[in-house]
């Protein structure tokens, strides 16, 4: 059986991952901070789901949840990076290099310090997948900083790829390029948006075969891409 570990499980990627992986009876370790919010996601996805409270402030701090979630699963198959701040819009000059900087620490240093505890940690043939978002491509009004930041997680994911042993785990990034229908906007979702499942979906399939998705960096935007492989580049 599948057991694989997402971090940011209780956000509104992270819980379609989970939910997809619990449809394929997969084990799952649902990590995140914040203890209520984990042992909701368990509850609602019951059945090989293990809430592991953590974060990824620091080396130190991803560590130890690395060093929990192995305690609690073992040896793990895949691991998904689901971990990003949320969006505040304003223009880039509006922001202080104080803000930016913890812009950086929220939604890149997390991923690296990630990278750094659970990398060394995955056999051959097992997938270290990270989440972004698609204003690395694109550059929405007052949402320069936000940019700049994807962009950085992009190029940071096709170093780490690029850079890893060939006996190591595979390395991707899944760019989501689209409004996300999650349980925090659920209410106000257009028929467009793709919905968490469905990202869930496309992250599992990345896990089952990742020759598949060749990479390193994938982008899902629409519906129909959902479950299909990379096409050729």
């Not at 595979?170 to 760019?175: F, K, P, Q, S, T």
């Not at 925090?184 to 028929?191: G, L, Q, T």
């Amino acid at each position: 059986m599948t057991t694989i570990a997402v971090i940011g499980a209780a956000g509104d990627v992270g819980r379609g991952i989970v939910a997809a992986a619990v449809e394929k009876g997969w084990r799952v370790a649902a990590a995140g901070r914040r203890v209520d919010a984990l042992a909701e996601v368990a509850r609602e996805f019951s059945g090989g789901v293990v809430p592991v409270t953590g974060d990824l402030g620091d080396e130190a701090a991803a560590a130890r949840l690395r060093d929990d979630i192995k305690a609690a699963m073992g040896e793990l198959d895949a691991v998904v990076v689901s971990v990003n701040a949320p969006t505040t819009l304003g223009p880039m000059m509006g922001w202080s290099a104080a803000n930016i900087s913890q812009l950086v620490e929220s939604n890149l240093v997390t991923h690296f310090a990630a990278a750094r505890a659970f990398l060394p940690s995955l056999r051959a043939g097992a997938v270290y997948l990270g989440i972004g978002g698609g204003t690395a491509d694109l550059l929405l009004p007052q949402m320069g900083h936000m940019s700049v930041v994807q962009a950085g997680l992009r190029m940071m994911y096709r170093a780490l790829a690029k850079e890893a042993p060939a006996d190591g785990p595979a390395i991707r990034e899944l760019i989501v390029a689209s409004m996300v229908n999650g349980l925090s906007k659920r209410d106000r979702a257009r028929p467009e948006w793709l919905t968490d499942v469905e990202i869930g979906r496309h992250v599992c399939a990345i896990l089952e075969d990742a020759a598949a998705f060749p990479g390193p960096v994938l982008k899902l935007s629409a519906r129909e891409q959902v479950g299909q492989p990379e096409p050729a580049r």
